[in-house]
């Protein structure tokens, strides 16, 4: 099984993931295409995307607080 780590950054709109090979890279959750996303395995993606859902489904002044709350997570594919 390959690891993948999921860290948010310090803004709602961008977390960081470190591949299997040690090479962090940035996701975003813009509309616009984002190559580092469209090369995440399915379950990998998944994760971000429910960590950006969460991070957005609460009130602006909460985010920042979340964010900064939140700790690295593995996601094994």
Same mark, same amino acid.
């Not at 975003?28 to 379950?43: A, C, G, R």
């Given at each position: 099984? /390959?690891?993948?780590?999921?860290? !948010?950054?310090?803004? %709602? ?7 299997? !090979?040690? !090479?962090? #890279? ?8 984002d190559? /580092? ?8 993606l998944a %994760?971000? /995307? ?5 991070? #957005? ?7 920042? /607080? #979340?964010i900064?709350?939140?700790?690295? #997570?593995?996601?094994?594919?």
């Amino acid at each position: 099984m /390959n690891k993948y780590i999921v860290k !948010h950054s310090s803004i %709602a709109s961008v977390q960081y993931v470190t591949d299997p !090979h040690g !090479h962090t #890279f940035s996701v975003t959750d813009s509309k616009e295409p984002d190559p /580092n996303k469209d090369n995440l395995p399915l379950p990998v993606l998944a %994760a971000v /995307n429910r960590q950006f859902g969460i991070v #957005f489904s609460l009130p602006y002044d909460q985010r920042q /607080n #979340f964010i900064d709350s939140s700790i690295p #997570f593995e996601v094994f594919v």
